[in-house]
């Protein structure tokens, strides 16, 4: 594990929505950042990148050149592009934020004359302050800017993890969801005249669906995901070699491409919590970050669940990580191949269509072979989705979603555990 460098430091950028990056609120800030566990925590809120789309590279037309250093004239033009605007400074701000360490700066004037000092902080590829941004440089800087975006203008903290000794790998238990990786190069046209600018989902939410974030239920979002099913983990993205209670940090490499494929090697992991926040940037309180209402915290107990078999213990404990509040439902299985399950109180009342989802933790060994959310419906039957454990992350919280059928109301939710062996799980946050 890459060594952190021992400060404690973040990022805050906040926007409102139809602005290009941030407000002149954005502001460096104290924030559990750099720590012993490595990674860089941060608050994103960028509402666009100001200058990038698919037929136009952040270094064309933009008085940005990557041949050159930032502090050089022919670098970061005063007379065009990015420096002229106040978007176009946002930019800047964030790009000399990604680029440069932290108690470093670059000073330069707009086209008026007018100083602007851009404060550096994470500090992934300072030789570009007067000196070329190569391929290496291009990719880890894109991946950071692309993982600051938020087009809503929400402000959300993020825990980020790449190969640069500058946020090295590592987890941060406050922060227990992946929730995406990006990569690409943001600064040049590919062959076929667009930007290669991408993510993959992590499996800590259902994906597509945390506002302004990864998506494609959004607007302005300058990345894609190329991936036509499943995560980052069930596609051409190699896993870091560095690891936290057994499950990788994030990925090292990862495979996409317009038309031909290409490995792109230095890619930022995003690891997230699971909070909701208003467009002031403050927690919505029994809200998960997806946007959904928390039914079950169990916070004050088990909450009337119960298990089908007298091996599998339920409790509500403190023991291991958790999605909200301070507590999670442990479900505890002795031994022997078996089929089981928990489930909730009985007599509720679930319109079709209603999406239930259920977090639950697995450990790096577990035994268990399939974790199966169902919904009894009124009558005594039930819709069940198999989620086969081989596409879910060991050793780290994943979200198993099933939605009540047409013509149908659920009076019950739980899950079905297939196991070979004695297990632990861990189940939070089960929303609707």
């Not at 430091?9 to 409102?16: E, K, P, Q």
């Not at 491409?257 to 930022?268: D, E, K, L, V």
């Not at 072979?369 to 919904?375: A, D, L, R, S």
Request: charged content about 15%.
């Amino acid at each position: 594990m890459i060594g952190a460098m021992g400060a404690a430091a973040g990022l805050m950028g906040c926007a409102a929505e139809g602005e290009e990056w941030g407000t002149d609120e954005a502001a460096l800030v104290s924030h559990n950042g750099l720590s012993s566990i490595n990674g860089l925590s941060a608050i994103n809120g960028l509402s666009a990148l100001n200058g990038l789309s698919a037929m136009n590279g952040l270094s064309s037309m933009n008085g940005l050149s990557a041949m050159n250093g930032l502090s050089a004239m022919n670098g970061l033009s005063a007379m065009n592009g990015l420096m002229t605007t106040d978007g176009g400074r946002e930019t800047v701000e964030y790009l000399v934020r990604c680029t440069l360490a932290a108690g470093d700066t670059l000073s330069k004037q707009d086209q008026y004359g007018v100083n602007h000092v851009f404060e550096g902080q994470i500090g992934l590829a300072p030789a570009w302050k007067n000196g070329a941004c190569d391929m290496l440089c291009k990719e880890y800087v894109s991946a950071c800017m692309l993982a600051h975006v938020n087009t809503a203008g929400i402000h959300v903290p993020i825990w980020l993890v790449s190969g640069n000794i500058a946020t090295g790998w590592g987890q941060d238990p406050t922060f227990p969801n992946q929730e995406g990786t990006f990569f690409g190069n943001i600064f040049d046209t590919n062959n076929v005249g667009e930007v290669d600018a991408f993510y993959c989902d992590g499996t800590g939410f259902d994906k597509d669906v945390v506002a302004g974030r990864i998506g494609s239920n959004q607007s302005g979002a300058p990345y894609r995901n190329l991936y036509a099913t499943g995560y980052c983990m069930s596609n051409p993205c190699v896993p870091s070699d560095a690891k936290s209670a057994g499950v990788a940090d994030g990925y090292k490499a990862c495979t996409m491409g317009n038309g031909s494929q290409q490995a792109w090697n230095h890619p930022m992991t995003v690891w997230r919590q699971n909070k909701a926040y208003n467009a002031s940037g403050q927690v919505v309180p029994g809200m998960t970050a997806d946007g959904r209402t928390v039914r079950y915290d169990f916070e004050s107990g088990v909450g009337g669940w119960t298990s089908t078999n007298s091996q599998l213990v339920v409790s509500s404990v403190t023991d291991a990580g958790r999605q909200t509040g301070s507590k999670a439902l442990k479900a505890t299985y002795g031994s022997g191949a078996s089929t089981l399950r928990i489930q909730g109180p009985t007599g509720l009342s679930l319109a079709a269509g209603t999406k239930v989802s259920f977090y639950i933790y697995l450990s790096a060994t577990s035994k268990l072979t399939e974790m199966n959310p169902f919904v009894k419906k009124q009558g005594g039957n039930e819709w069940k989705v198999s989620n086969d454990t081989a596409k879910m992350l060991k050793g780290s919280w994943n979200i198993v979603t099933i939605t009540v059928p047409a013509g149908a109301i659920g009076s019950q939710v739980g899950v079905e555990f297939k196991t070979g062996g004695a297990f632990t799980a861990y189940l939070d946050a089960v929303t609707w």
